[in-house]
């Protein structure tokens, strides 16, 4: 009985916070775009999340044709769960997900970004049975860079997400990417390096992301 109050909560809840919008006119402009593209073929490889996955060009940078960017600029969680039937009716062989930074810019409760990405991981699963996943942790942010926008500054909350979606990625069946480690510098921020914003990826930050992913054969 507690386990069913406690999950009737938890959709109450995520009922209150799905109201909240990620950037409607993008939104609505790109996943009308996705939905006109013809089902895939032949394997394909996605890459699924917000503004830092658009921003990276995958086939480019991996030397493959067969990858979708199904990057939205502004999107969270809720609007990932939303698109989901787009991305699965393709029956990727892979899916590489990057989620939840805006949630938290939105202030949604960390409970809530975690169980909307197990959400996507189990929708996923059912709906292309073969697909493997693979979930990134979110990335670090840096304050101290100049044009930092201060609604994302939420580095507790980012640990926080990214060590539940390792401790249960055996449970649910993902691969985990540790990301964060690889850009955090010695203080725990995003390597400025990496970043013109403190926020998203300049291109040598692609570049070493793709690096990462080759080295550990995530890819």
Do not use: C
Not at 12 to 18: I, M, S, T, W
Not at 197 to 214: C, E, M, S, T
Request: proline fraction near 5%; charged fraction near 20%.
């Amino acid at each position: 009985m507690i386990t069913l109050a406690l999950n009737a909560s938890l959709t109450l809840a995520q009922a209150k916070y799905d109201t909240i919008p990620n950037v409607p006119d993008h939104y609505l402009l790109m996943t009308e775009k996705f939905s006109n593209e013809p089902a895939a073929k032949k394997p394909v490889t996605i890459f699924l999340g917000n503004s830092i996955t658009e921003g990276g060009n995958w086939k480019k940078l991996l030397k493959d044709s067969s990858i979708m960017n199904r990057g939205i600029s502004g999107d969270n969680t809720f609007g990932v769960l939303k698109r989901l039937p787009e991305i699965t009716r393709h029956k990727p062989a892979r899916v590489y997900l990057l989620i939840g930074v805006n949630d938290l810019s939105k202030n949604i409760p960390n409970e809530i970004v975690i169980e909307n990405i197990f959400s996507i991981v189990s929708r996923i699963h059912a709906a292309s049975p073969k697909t493997r996943i693979f979930v990134h942790s979110i990335l670090p942010v840096n304050p101290e860079v100049q044009g930092f926008m201060t609604r994302f500054n939420k580095p507790a909350d980012i640990v926080e997400i990214n060590g539940q979606l390792k401790k249960y990625q055996e449970a649910l069946k993902y691969t985990f990417i540790n990301i964060h480690q690889e850009f955090s510098d010695q203080k725990q921020r995003l390597d400025s390096r990496y970043t013109n914003d403190g926020l998203h990826l300049n291109g040598a930050g692609y570049q070493h992301w793709v690096d990462f992913l080759k080295k550990n054969k995530y890819i």
